[in-house]
């Protein structure tokens, strides 16, 4: 069975999908991940947790636990949270579709990640561990026995990164997506940091400060639950196929893509957009492109030499006290 959906992230004043649009479709995904939960029979075998199709259910249980947090937040308007829980994802997904295409192969490269997870970790306790101070030589020993173990088993183990894991996959145009949800969200860069940012006038003056919790920008809780919602469906389509494509939830399924296509499709529209179709029966290369707004070149507007700094306890000028006394 083919599954193709597209999503389009566009950048305009009200969402013609409501929230609570959006969060109804969110408890079908959870409903249909739990069907296929109910549906899989596995059989195991001598690869135990290595098997594609275990993992595959255990990467859709971390999805389905990471989908509910996004839910969650996006309710508190906690938008840079939701957003991170969103690109974990999309992580989940790239693995699934890595067990899809690579096999055993994957499962190889993540047995080798964590390997070498363990040497690191281990290396870096031994390079400033102190056994005097630890009062445990024993232990320190063993664990120099574990890192020579590791590195003589798994001498040329790598870390497992997303952009490595989706280089070949038919996500792979999808990496700009969870690039920019890490940069907006999940790693504490400039343009996340800036989001905190406030400036207004208050009494004739004008004021320059920091909002501890800032309000989300456009449609963001609406784009955060689509984006989120796109990886969930990915995730459940990916699922279905390495189990081999379960007959009591394929009708579901379908019926989940029609919905979330007439969704997606209301978004309102504007210039520019993001979109990208992922095919796991064809495997075609998807096709995305990020909004103008993404690469325009930062304003670089000084402030007003009156201005005054406030930190604020909650969104907007007028609503909260600040947290402390102003600094002229």
């Known amino acids: 069975m083919q599954h193709e959906f597209k999503i389009e992230r566009l950048f305009a ?12 479709f969110a408890g079908r995904l959870i409903a249909l991940a739990y069907a296929i939960f109910v ?25 389905v636990c990471n989908f509910k947090g996004v839910i969650a937040l996006t309710e508190e308007g906690l938008v840079v949270e939701a957003r991170t829980l969103a690109r ?3 992580e989940n ?19 080798q990640d964590q390997m070498r997870s363990f040497r690191s970790q281990g290396e870096f306790l031994l390079e400033g561990i102190d056994s005097e ?46 690039s920019k949800l890490s940069g907006d969200a999940a790693h504490p860069t400039i343009i996340a940091l800036k989001r905190h940012l406030v400036r207004f006038e208050e009494n004739g003056e004008r004021v320059l400060g920091l909002d501890v919790n800032p309000p989300e920008r456009g449609n963001e809780i609406v784009e955060t639950i689509d984006l989120a919602c796109n990886a969930m469906i990915g995730a459940c389509v990916a699922a279905n196929q390495i189990l081999g494509h ?5 009708d579901e399924m379908q019926r989940v893509f029609i919905e979330y296509g007439e969704l997606s499709a209301a978004f309102p529209k504007c210039t520019s957009a993001v979109c990208f179709r992922l095919d796991f029966a064809n495997a075609t290369t998807g096709v995305l492109s990020w909004a103008r707004e993404a690469f325009q070149p930062p304003s670089r507007s000084s402030p007003p030499a009156s201005a005054r700094w406030v930190c604020l306890a909650g969104a907007g000028s007028g609503r909260t006290p600040p947290l402390s006394p102003r600094l002229s």
């Open 13 to 24: 004043p009200k969402p013609a999908v409501s929230k609570d649009q959006w969060l109804a």
């Open 39 to 63: 549906a899989a029979r596995i059989d195991i075998t001598e690869k135990l947790f290595g098997e594609p199709k275990i993992l595959s259910l255990a990467l859709l249980c971390r999805t």
């Open 88 to 90: 974990s994802c999309y």
């Open 93 to 111: 997904l790239y693995c699934m579709a890595a067990l899809i295409e690579q096999g055993d192969d994957f499962v190889k490269a993540m047995h």
């Open 133 to 178: 101070h630890i009062g445990d030589a024993e232990f320190v020993e063993r664990l120099r026995v574990r890192v020579k173990e590791i590195k003589s088993r798994w001498p040329k183990a790598t870390f497992l990164t997303p952009k490595r894991t989706v280089k070949d996959s038919v996500l792979k145009q999808s990496y700009l997506l969870y």
């Open 246 to 250: 379960l007959p009591t939830v394929n």
